[in-house]
Nanobody, 114 residues
């Protein structure tokens, strides 16, 4: 599975950004976004099934929306009301249907300035 995520993004406090991630090479089931801030562990931000059932971290509920286009094997993360604490490297993740193996994208730096 190859995951191609959108590039580095930046905005000011309260702004909005949209990330995308396209999967290719094999059929995937759950796809999601994780993030890792400096000095912190990687954490789940949101994930989505092929049937569009979603799951969010408490810290982003009501501000972030994950969506999916199965015809393009692509997920999107709409991030609104961004805060400096959302600054992190965001990683796209996908589970391959064949063996439930987990695959990761290259990481996208998101920076929110105050």
């Amino acid at each position: 599975v190859q995951l191609q995520a959108s590039g580095e993004a930046w905005c000011r406090l309260g702004g909005s950004l949209r990330l995308s991630c396209a999967a290719s090479g094999s059929t995937v089931s759950i796809m999601g976004w994780y993030r890792q801030a400096p000095g912190k562990q990687r954490e789940l931000v949101a994930d989505i099934t092929r049937g569009s059932s979603t799951n969010y971290a408490d810290s982003v509920k009501g501000r972030f929306t994950i969506s999916r286009d199965n015809t393009k094997n692509t997920i999107y993360l709409q991030m609104n009301s961004l805060k400096p604490e959302d600054t992190a490297v965001y990683y796209c993740n996908a589970l391959r249907v064949l063996d439930r193996g987990a695959y990761w994208g290259q990481g996208t730096q998101v920076t929110v300035s105050s």
